[in-house]
């Protein structure tokens, strides 16, 4: 199975500011990878496919790059809503695994 | 719109036995892979299963044997028969639209809990 490691498990920031999650697979998964936004007791939130495709509806603040085994979605200007628990998923090959999420709080 | 539906979970004997539909609208299920998720309290998320439109399935080693997914064209809906329940099933379990092959899920229903507890 390929393992999803995200990092930092947790982080603090600011209304306005600017954050980087990252997202590293066990093996290459060329662009397979999708970023999901989950807040408190709602179904998560597709933001971002083909580790750089914008998901209609979602802000521009909000951008995925990377390919092969590492990648990133950054968040700039920070808003209130964006606090929330954030997940990257493979689907190149099943099982199509999850990173274990990064919770993004307010500073 | 599109819409999925969760229906089927509750509260259930280790042992005992469940299936979860999940009732679509807006899109055709045949047409799209979907899939069940689920997310344990407090814990992450963790692909279970998969039917793509060809009909071909895929399982977690987690539950391979023991559930089995299926669709109904005729009533545009999606199932999970769940056997042989353990406590470590105990979760929200979603049931989601593939956006494409290979590509993230775009659609999520809202979820229906399952308790595996005697």
């Known amino acids: 199975d390929i393992q999803m490691t995200q990092s930092p498990s947790s982080l603090s920031a600011s209304v306005g500011g600017r954050v980087t999650i990252t997202c590293r697979a066990s093996?290459?998964?060329?662009?397979?990878l999708s970023w999901y936004q989950q807040k408190p007791g709602k179904a998560p939130n597709l933001l971002i496919y083909?580790?750089?495709s914008l998901q209609s509806g979602v802000p521009s603040r909000f951008s995925g790059s990377g390919s092969g085994t590492d990648f990133t979605l950054t968040i700039s200007s920070l808003q209130p809503e964006d606090f929330a628990t954030y997940y990257c998923q493979q689907s190149y090959s099943t099982p199509y695994t999850f990173g274990q999420g990064t919770k993004l709080e307010i500073k | 719109e599109v819409q999925l539906v969760e229906s089927g979970g509750g509260l259930i004997q280790p042992g005992g036995s469940l299936r979860l539909s999940c009732a679509a609208s807006g899109f055709t299920v045949s047409s799209n892979y979907m899939s069940w998720v689920r997310q344990a309290p407090g814990k992450g998320l963790e692909c279970l299963s998969v039917?793509?439109?060809?009909?071909?399935?895929y399982y977690a080693d987690s539950v391979k044997g023991r559930f089995t997914i299926s669709r109904d064209n005729s009533k545009n809906t999606l199932y999970l028969q769940m056997n042989s329940l353990r406590a470590e099933d105990t979760a929200v379990y979603y049931c989601?639209?593939?956006?494409?092959?290979?590509?993230?899920?775009?659609?999520w229903g809202q979820g229906t809990l399952v308790t595996v507890s005697s």
């Open positions: 989601v639209r593939g956006l494409g092959d290979g590509l993230g899920l775009d659609y």
């Open positions: 083909a580790a750089s």
């Open positions: 093996q290459s998964i060329s662009s397979y």
């Open positions: 039917i793509y439109s060809g009909a071909n399935t």
